[in-house]
T-cell receptor, first 111, second 116 residues
Framework: SQELEQSPQSLIVQEGKNLTINCTSS?????LYWYKQKYGEGLIFLMM???GGEEKSHEKITAKLDEKKQQSSLHITASQPSHAGIYLC???????????WGAGTKLIIKP | DGGITQSPKYLFRKEGQNVTLSCEQN?????MYWYRQDPGQGLRLIYY???????QKGDIAEGYSVSREKKESFPLTVTSAQKNPTAFYLC???????????????FGPGTRLTVL
């Protein structure tokens, strides 16, 4: 069966510290999307990865896709209160339009 | 500014009633999607549409219906047959698959439906 696991489920981090969120697929990914969601709001697109070994950055957020294209990590450097929210990964397993979603990681930043 | 709008933001329904959630986009996207989000779970696909007057069931279509009469609009009706409709509903749109492009989905702000 197709599975997408996201870890950790929740994370409490002191402001200024670094953190990593992982997204692991049961099969090779065609593409991997990272989104952020504020509670009770829609999702905001962060980054999309397609190639094995690819790495993209936006401000203090870096996302990587491993060479085997089965695991992605999202790394936040020097976390800020604005980084708080729910981070979701969405997987494409074929050249179709449907994304399969991870359960999300709830990030809380302690001041 | 281009984007997706959903209305209403909050909706309360009595058991046995049908309700319709609105979703409109002005991004000129061909594909539109409806998702359901429950606490601690990822998004689950209800229906999606790639072209006007055509749509496909997602993973949890039972108890829901949709229409796509216009490219810009993709309303979702939650029928009385849906046994547990209380949830957060998200609408999204995207370009059709185009190799080499991001083709990310753009999301609306969501509608929170509560059954009383």
């Amino acid at each position: 069966s197709q599975e997408l696991e996201q870890s950790p489920q929740s994370l409490i981090v002191q402001e200024g510290k670094n953190l990593t969120i992982n997204c692991t697929s049961s099969k090779t990914l065609y593409g991997l999307y990272w989104y952020k969601q504020k509670y009770g709001e829609g999702l905001i697109f962060l980054m999309m990865l397609q190639k094995g070994g690819e790495e993209k950055s936006h401000e203090k957020i870096t996302a990587k896709l491993d060479e085997k294209k089965q695991q992605s990590s999202l790394h936040i450097t020097a976390s800020q209160p604005s980084h708080a929210g729910i981070y979701l990964c969405g997987a494409l397993w074929g050249s179709n339009y449907q994304l399969i979603w991870g359960a999300g990681t709830k990030l809380i930043i302690k001041p | 500014d281009g984007g997706i709008t959903q209305s209403p933001k909050y909706l309360f329904r009595k058991e046995g009633q049908n309700v319709t959630l609105s979703c409109e986009q002005n991004l000129n996207h061909d594909a539109m999607y409806w998702y359901r989000q429950d606490p601690g779970q990822g998004l689950r696909l209800i229906y999606y549409s790639q072209i006007v007057n055509d749509f496909q069931k997602g993973d949890i279509a039972e108890g829901y219906s949709v229409s796509r009469e216009k490219k810009e609009s993709f309303p979702l009706t939650v029928t009385s047959a849906q046994k547990n409709p209380t949830a957060f509903y998200l609408c999204a749109s995207s370009r059709l698959k185009d190799r080499g492009r991001r083709n990310e989905q753009f999301f609306g702000p969501g509608t929170r439906l509560t059954v009383l």
